[in-house]
């Protein structure tokens, strides 16, 4: 648990770097002194760097030890928002040099812009996480610990906007990124002392392109990791397209917020994530994962109505919404996550990616298609396409059973109670191949720290009166001499010494 609560903190404020700047783009506009269309490029610059990180560095978790490559990048991204750049004018050429150490951000738009960029593309460490929470937390319980990190993902992703609004509103607003700064270096001590330093699942090395495309291949092999992306897709999409188009339903007739209440909005949200852990325990452990992820987008779809039908008239419309349709989305993507990982432990890392990177596409998609249908038909307009996107990831549901080896039928039966109950996914037995999977190294490591704790025990029991964990094992040992004479001798068995009581 405290491992899990330490990842969730960590992931929650290094994805938060992607959403500080979305409540303050007026702001900034000022601050360089540009049109407003030039800093709504930031955005979509982050997202861009955040995408080819997943691409690109993510599937390394299958190869580098994880400890070591997401302190490397946590501190990476941390340094580069302390790095200065001033800009000096030579012969109507702009040109760049390193001035001192300070805030990154400087009065030069494509400074702060391409900064922005690299600082997204190592922003990617909670994603590295994840799937090493997947390796250490046992199948049947794999779903309560990815809870607590995902809750701390989605968590960042909505408290960097009420952060960075109420900062702003108060101070300058560049301390939200001295706050990112310090909080970054905070994360790096942390993880540092505490992470885990678990030995690579391929330790005889791969070829990384040969990695990218593995890929693609797993998309070939797996219908649960297809229909899980796609679900991921069409339900991420919703929640974008959701929290772009409110700040513009807010702001106008007839609720006409200021930009501070409009980001508090997000504490509605805040509010469901605490939810997710306790779910997850009670409801995703216990069945089939397909169960939670139908449950997952029936509590989307209720919100999503509830909310685009009455919120151009009522603000408890908006308020339904946003706690219904992120608590639905937590338990989707837990849920997926839970079966995605089962399938291939040696390869989570990769199989991460390709959830992750449909996610995202997602997340594009229903951004720009939230503003460009509000921009047409207003909030019914673009909450009708959150709901068209929800009836989209039941189908995909119900195309594929809990049970079916294939890509469509419901081979297997309807049953939404687990097989195996101590599998992740009701049908998959991990913990003895994941084991066996190890190194041999590792295995005799094991059996050496069992050792060790077991010798632990035997001096933490004698500390205090009679040593029953050493009177234990004398006497199974006398037992088993006992038997082993009696084998050679040709005697009976004797029967067990008596033990005092």
């Known amino acids: 648990m405290p491992l899990n609560v330490l990842f969730g903190f960590a992931g929650g404020f290094t994805v938060a770097n992607l959403y500080y700047n979305h409540p303050i783009l007026n702001i900034l506009a000022d601050e360089f002194n540009v049109p407003y269309e030039k800093v709504s490029q930031i955005p979509t610059v982050m997202q861009a760097g955040y995408a080819v990180g997943l691409l690109f560095l993510c599937p390394l978790g299958d190869l580098l030890k994880r400890r070591a490559f997401v302190c490397s990048l946590v501190f990476f991204t941390a340094t580069m928002w302390y ?4 800009p000096i004018y ?9 001035d001192r150490i300070g805030l990154c951000i400087t009065s030069s738009l494509p400074v702060f812009t391409a900064i922005s960029f690299i600082t997204a593309v190592t922003t990617v460490t909670p994603q590295l996480m994840l799937p090493l929470v997947g390796d250490l937390a046992p199948p049947h319980r794999r779903a309560a610990a990815l809870s607590i990190v995902v809750s701390g993902l ?4 909505l408290i960097a906007r009420v952060l960075s609004g109420t900062i702003t509103n108060y101070t300058s607003w560049r301390n939200i990124y001295w706050f990112s700064l310090g909080v970054q270096y905070v994360i790096f001590a942390l993880l540092w002392l505490f992470m885990p330093d678990y030995p690579s699942t391929n330790p005889g090395g791969l070829n990384y392109f040969k990695m990218l495309w593995s890929i693609l291949v797993m998309l070939t092999k797996h219908p649960v990791l297809v229909q899980a992306c796609i679900i991921g897709f069409f339900t991420a999409s919703t929640f974008t397209c959701f929290w772009t188009t409110l700040t513009f339903l807010l702001a106008g007739e007839p609720y006409n917020y200021s930009s501070l209440v409009i980001g508090l909005f997000a504490l509605i949200g805040i509010a469901s994530m605490f939810l ?10 216990r069945f089939v994962p397909l169960f939670s992820v139908i449950l997952g987008e029936g509590i989307c779809l209720i919100g ?3 909310g685009t039908y009455t919120g151009s008239f009522t603000v408890a419309g908006p308020v339904i919404q946003a706690f219904f349709n992120d608590l639905g989305l937590q338990t989707s993507q837990i849920a997926n996550r839970s079966a995605i990982y089962a399938i291939e432990p040696k390869a989570r890392n990769r199989v991460n990616t390709a959830f992750m990177v449909a996610t995202f596409c997602g997340q594009l998609v229903g951004t720009a298609a939230g503003n460009h249908l509000y921009a047409r038909g207003g909030w019914i307009a673009s909450g009708s396409y959150s709901v068209g996107s929800i009836g989209c990831a039941l189908l995909v549901c119900a195309a594929r059973g809990p049970w079916e080896p294939g890509w469509i039928g419901w081979g297997g039966g309807w049953s939404i109670k687990k097989k195996d109950a101590n ?3 009701g049908k998959t037995a ?3 191949s994941h084991m066996a999977a190890r190194p041999a190294a590792d295995v005799e490591q094991a059996k050496v720290n069992a050792g060790t704790a077991d010798h632990g025990l035997e001096e933490l029991a004698g500390e205090d009166g009679e040593n029953v964990v050493r009177k234990t094992r004398h006497e199974e040992d006398e037992r088993k001499g006992c038997a082993l004479e009696d084998t050679v001798t040709g005697d009976a068995p004797r029967p067990p010494a008596a033990t005092k009581s």
């Open 83 to 86: 790095a200065r750049i001033s």
């Open 423 to 425: 599998s992740a996914d």
């Open 304 to 306: 999503v109505v509830i």
């Open 90 to 98: 030579e012969s109507d050429l702009l040109m760049w040099e390193p």
């Open 154 to 157: 989605l968590l960042g992703m």
């Open 430 to 432: 991990e913990a003895a």
């Open 276 to 285: 997710g852990p306790v779910y997850a325990r009670v409801i995703i452990d």
